[in-house]
């Protein structure tokens, strides 16, 4: 696991005819010096202020797509088993909601961690659950009975993923020598 802080997406799970059974940061907890993990989401949360101890507290998400994939597969096993409350007879079929503008390969890339958690097949939207409920009920109808799992994946601050994704600019722009000044006029050139 990389010492990179992203900020963490919300993830929450949604059974068919229970509706939403967790709703958990997409953290990671692990020992620095081992890098074996040692909690995740809620659990993890709480160590996050106590990282003494050499326990460092990550997110493996990446603005909702896989940053890290061996912590995001275990991630999405522990968080998916808790879900169910036990690991299921056969593997289930899961609908997956992420943040708009997903890429083909970090669409690939959230099957195959998903394909790893213990899923049988993946389905992912870049459409909230709800919205394609009301945008498209037909085709929301045949997905429910499908996809009895449902993961959305979503950020309750969006506006963190900007500041996020610009101190990965500035950073950039440090080690190349170039100035803030320069960035922030590149940024008004590409905002017109």
């Known amino acids: 696991m990389d010492d990179i802080r992203f900020e963490p997406a919300d993830i929450a799970i949604y059974l068919h005819g ?4 967790l709703k958990e940061k997409s953290l990671v907890a ?3 010096e081992d890098k074996k993990i040692v909690a995740f989401g809620t659990e993890a949360e709480y160590m996050e202020g106590k990282e003494s101890g050499g326990i460092k507290v990550l997110s493996p998400l990446r603005q909702g797509m896989v940053a ?12 998916l088993y808790k879900a169910w409350g036990k690991k299921p007879f056969f593997k289930p079929p899961v ?6 503008g997903i890429t083909e390969v970090e669409k690939k890339a959230m099957e ?3 394909y790893q958690s213990g899923v ?13 409920a009301s945008e498209r009920p037909e085709e929301f109808s045949k997905l429910r009975a499908k996809f009895t799992t449902v993961i959305e ?4 601050n969006p506006e963190s993923y900007i500041t996020e994704e610009l101190t990965g600019i500035l950073q950039y722009a440090r080690q190349e020598g170039i100035s803030a000044a320069r960035v922030a006029e590149l940024l008004r050139i590409a905002g017109r």
């Open 18 to 21: 229970r509706g939403m059974v």
């Open 30 to 32: 692990f020992n620095a």
């Open 68 to 79: 890290d994939y061996v912590a995001s597969v275990c991630l999405f096993a522990h968080l």
């Open 95 to 100: 609908a997956v909601c992420v943040p708009k």
């Open 112 to 114: 195959e961690v998903l």
């Open 120 to 132: 049988k097949e993946v389905m992912i939207s870049d459409m909230p659950w709800q919205q394609l």
């Open 153 to 156: 994946i979503t950020k309750e």
